[in-house]
């Protein structure tokens, strides 16, 4: 096999290439040119790396002092849809855990990015099963409700929103617990919208085309957890995924509708749209159940957040301070980037209604000023924030349909290390 050799560099490019030339190329390969001038080298190293996938090439060696962090993001930013190539890392020391975050990023993409007639909701519990199992063996087990199941067992938002759709909706419980503890060290919670019509607040054709993405809560937080196991987690820790799809039919949920919780809270439907919070409510319950001392949900939640941050940030909401700044803090030594906006309790009450405890959002366009944040604090209303701490992210950064000079189109898969990283430091 014949890689293609990159390597990295801190001295200038020679002619014929410009002195200031990032990237240039030599029969063997390239080299990328890491300048002691530049302000942010990471940055530098991905779009070096997209220049060079451009070329078309899939085999990689990396030659000269690469560190791992490095190397990590050379990956991110190099392998697009349907990669099929192979890394010969710099470092034999560092191989397993490169091989390791590799299998967790190409897991993240691969399911993002199917298309939706093959992602159902019930092949996206399927997958992140076996997924699972495949890494854990014998110290994970699962339980599953699907269709009525979810009714009998009180967990309606899940149901009100994936029963138009004829593919039923499922919650998915994955329990990791390798030293068979009666705790639940943390608790982790992923929007697993398969596919986002709208439902009657129905999206444009253009707002829809790119709703295969909406279960890249539940895609991130498998792959972290799966991304732990395989460095080493010891902590049990719970998922709960929230999948279904948001169809309209004769039998589809309506404005107007009420839904009424496991919690008792109600929670009128003013815009089907709005309808991962109605999902992640049920998941945040049953890991509030738990009694996690820890919990961390992930959601492609709002285009509030995008309009704020970007496609570069996840957005972070807390009201735990100190669990919101050790996971930045992580996220940042990890160059995954992330950025904390508002939530306060009185958030909780931004979206009122006259028939029902809440209503899902406002009946305005995007849910009107301060999206992202009514949306945290409609989430609150089903977390235990007394007794754990809990982070929401909304994961702004989770897709791109085109190609940019920083990722290849499609899931990014940005925040998988984090969240892994946090399980990690509480081993």
């Not at 890394?87 to 939706?116: G, Y």
């Amino acid at each position: 096999m014949a890689f293609f050799e990159v390597e990295l560099t801190n001295k200038p490019a020679l002619a014929p290439y410009s002195c200031e030339s990032l990237v240039s190329f030599n029969q063997d390969g390239a080299k990328i040119h890491l300048l002691d001038t530049m302000q942010n080298k990471e940055r530098a190293i991905q779009k070096a790396t997209r220049k060079i996938a451009s070329t078309g090439v899939n085999d990689i060696k990396f030659t000269g002092k690469w560190s791992q962090l490095q190397q990590i993001l050379f990956v991110q930013s190099f392998c697009g849809p349907n990669f099929q190539g192979q890394f010969d890392w710099a470092d034999d020391s560092q191989k397993v855990e490169l091989e390791n975050f590799l299998d967790a990023l190409l897991f993240t993409r691969k399911i993002v990015n199917q298309t939706p007639e093959e992602m159902s909701p019930e092949s996206l519990a399927n997958q992140a099963q076996d997924y699972i199992s495949d890494i854990a063996g014998k110290d994970v087990s699962f339980r599953r409700w699907t269709g009525d199941e979810l009714v009998e067992a009180n967990w309606m938002g899940i149901y009100e929103v994936g029963r138009g759709s004829e593919r039923p909706p499922v919650l998915l419980e994955i329990d990791y617990n390798p030293n068979q503890s009666d705790s639940t060290d943390v608790a982790l919670v992923g929007k697993g919208i398969t596919f986002d019509s709208g439902g009657y607040s129905i999206k444009s054709s253009e707002g829809m085309l790119d709703m295969k993405c909406d279960m890249g809560g539940a895609a991130t937080v498998t792959a972290a957890l799966g991304l732990a196991i395989m460095q080493g987690l010891s902590k049990r820790v719970k998922v709960y995924l929230c999948c279904a799809e948001n169809l309209i039919s004769g039998h589809a949920y309506k404005l107007g509708d009420i839904i009424q919780y496991k919690n008792g809270v109600t929670a009128e439907i003013v815009n089907t749209d709005a309808e991962g919070r109605l999902v992640l409510a049920d998941g945040l319950m049953a890991a509030s159940e738990t009694q996690a001392k820890l919990i961390i949900d992930a959601a492609t939640l709002t285009g509030a957040a995008i309009a704020a941050l970007g496609k570069e940030y996840n957005a972070v909401f807390s009201m735990h301070d100190d669990a919101c700044g050790q996971y930045l803090n992580t996220a940042n030594e990890l160059k995954e980037p992330h950025w904390r906006l508002p939530l306060e309790p009185w958030h909780s009450e931004q979206c009122p209604s006259p028939f029902a405890d809440t209503a899902n959002s406002r009946p305005q366009r995007g849910g009107g000023a301060g999206g992202a944040s009514n949306a945290a604090g409609f989430l609150a209303r089903f977390v235990d924030t007394v007794n754990c701490e809990w982070l929401h992210i909304d994961l702004a950064a989770a897709y791109n349909r085109n190609a940019s000079d920083m990722m290849p189109a499609g899931a990014t898969a940005i925040g998988i290390r984090s969240i892994s990283q946090t399980l990690l430091n509480r081993n």
